[in-house]
């Protein structure tokens, strides 16, 4: 059945029926309404803002705002929107607009009908950065070395807070900036109580504002505020950048510690000078790499402060150093040691994490720059030899990218009873992507399972595949995939990473079939070693 999409006259009609009348367009083109909200005691008047192509949800303000309630509600603004649903974690379905729109009113009417009873209070620490301030300050502080704590601003609403300037400056160069020059002094506090907004005055406007809801919080907490301000005064301090670390969410103030000229009449103590400033509220956003690292995975462990190996830059480890460099590794007293000996040439444009600008380059050197430029804060170290004849040092993890048996044969014997060792490669012409973790003694190596007499036990389809070369000579000659069964390749050596630092490593043997003209034979599993293998049973 075709999709029939429906005419804007029949959403103002379906509107008009629930008491809304169009009233004009905004200067977005969205279509807006006038009406009311009906909850139980009485109807409140609002304006609805409708998509012009009615493919997105309708925005609620109430007109006005109801009289006589607290400044700061949850999922109200001062404005009158209102925030009736998370955007993002409902899909709008355009294909039947005016039930959705319907429907949103109804959730409209049901979340004010809360709000006004008092029931979602305790949202409001929900959406303490929404209420809290514009201003904002970027950390990027490691967390588990306490240093001193220096702080910049870059004029206006910015400032940036760091404990190692050579590893933020690299960051902000990232992104075309420096560390400004107007250095303020800044202190961090914990606490255990999580920011709760007051419904009154709100955010705090004076020092004595702020540190009477502090204490509302933690006593404690505002006790060493306090006194880090006043010492802070005494020392003729101009500016002082406070830093609150509680659970999930960082905020903080900026203080101007003004000084009141001397007048007639009484002089005022410094508390009470220092009582009256006016405070500037602080919205923190980390850019430490153990939060870039750990966001994602809440729960999960990191690379962070690991020491990795790979061995192989090309098509399968280009990608893949990316991936680890952003899982954490090289990071938080961690290093990341990319290994090849190779140069990128002009075929291997088509399926490389390097581009064109690299070209000629050393594999490794190349991509320790790309990884340097995508994640400032990594120590990535290039070696460009013969890995054979490379001190690969203490290792947490070794990494096998090159698809080459003979070599992973040679790693695995030299390696893989002192340090956990995973090879990733492609089988065939791109038909299957398969990745073999052997971090304990019982485990198999790659050689066990493509090797006789388990080869056939443990290959991918139910028939062998041929593998078709392309190029022409000795030197030209390559296997064909594509960049995306490189990336697959990448992919599921690091969901074994993962699985591996999650202390899940089995099923040890993992294999993605690609190629669906043939049926699969295999299914993940943990092969046990062959006691007659070479490379891992001695």
């Known amino acids: 059945m075709k999709f029939e999409k429906v005419a804007i006259p029949d959403l103002t009609a379906a509107l008009h029926q629930r008491g809304f009348s169009y009233l004009k367009r905004d200067e977005l083109g969205w279509m807006r309404f006038v009406g009311e909200l009906r909850l139980k005691a009485k109807n409140y008047p609002c304006e609805l803002a409708v998509s012009p ?10 007109t006005p705002v109801p009289p006589g309630r607290p400044e700061l509600q949850p999922h109200l603004s001062a404005s009158g929107y209102l925030c009736y649903l998370a955007l993002g974690s409902v899909i709008f379905d355009f294909f039947n607009p005016i039930r959705q729109t319907m429907a949103c ?55 940036v807070a760091t404990d190692n300037e050579t590893r ?54 505002s006790k060493k505020i306090e006194q880090r301000l006043m010492d802070l005064f005494r020392a003729k301090a101009t500016r002082v950048l406070v830093l609150i670390d509680s659970p999930q969410v960082q905020y903080g103030i900026e203080v101007d510690l003004k000084r009141d000229s001397a007048g007639p009449g009484k ?64 990071t938080i007293g961690g290093r990341l040691t990319l290994v090849d000996m190779g140069s990128l040439e002009p075929g291997n444009l088509g399926r490389h994490r390097l581009g064109f600008n690299a070209l000629g380059k050393k594999k490794a050197e190349a991509m320790c720059d790309e990884l340097r430029r995508v994640a ?18 203490p290792l947490d993890l070794l990494i096998d990218a090159t698809g080459e048996q003979s070599l992973t044969d040679w790693l695995t014997w ?19 992507v398969r990745a073999l973790m052997k971090a304990k003694p019982e485990y198999a190596c790659a050689r066990c399972v493509s090797q006789p007499p388990l080869k056939e036990q443990y290959r991918v389809f139910d028939v062998p595949l041929e593998v078709g070369m392309k190029g022409h000579g000795c030197e030209g000659l390559y296997v064909p995939f594509t960049a995306a069964t490189s990336v697959q390749a990448a992919a599921l050596a690091m969901e074994m990473v993962q699985a591996w630092l999650d202390g899940a490593e089995s099923p040890s043997f993992r294999t993605r079939a690609l190629d669906q003209q043939h049926e699969v034979h295999f299914k993940d599993c943990s092969p046990p070693r062959y006691q007659g293998c070479p490379a891992c049973a001695t």
């Open 267 to 330: 002089k005022p103590s410094r508390r009470e000078i220092l009582y009256r400033l006016s405070v500037h509220c602080i919205s923190v956003y980390r850019i430490d790499d153990q939060y870039l690292a750990e966001r994602n995975i809440p729960g999960s462990k990191t690379l962070a402060g690991l020491k990795i190996g790979l061995v192989g830059c090309g098509t399968i480890g280009g990608y893949l150093a990316e991936m680890l460099a952003k899982a954490g590794a090289g």
């Open 53 to 62: 192509a009615l493919d997105d949800f309708p925005r609620v303000w109430l």
């Open 376 to 393: 400032p804060g990594v120590d990535a170290v290039a070696v460009v030899g013969d890995v054979k004849a490379t001190n690969l040092g």
């Open 168 to 221: 933020t400056h690299a960051k902000l160069e990232a992104i075309g900036l420096s560390l400004p020059k107007t250095k303020l002094p800044a202190f961090r506090v914990r606490t255990n109580a999580r920011p709760m907004p007051l419904q009154g005055s709100w955010p705090p406007k004076t020092v004595q504002a702020f540190l009477k809801w502090q204490k509302t919080l933690d006593p404690g907490c």
């Open 414 to 432: 030299q390696y893989s009873d002192k340090v956990p060792f995973l090879a990733t490669w492609v089988e065939g012409a791109g038909s299957a």
């Open 105 to 159: 009113l109804d959730s409209a009417e049901h979340v004010l009908e809360d709000i006004l009873a008092g029931k979602m209070v305790e949202d409001l620490a929900e959406e303490f950065h929404i209420t809290w301030g514009s201003n904002w300050c970027l950390l990027d502080v490691d967390a588990r070395l306490p240093r001193r704590l220096d702080a910049y601003a870059f004029g206006g609403k910015i400032s």
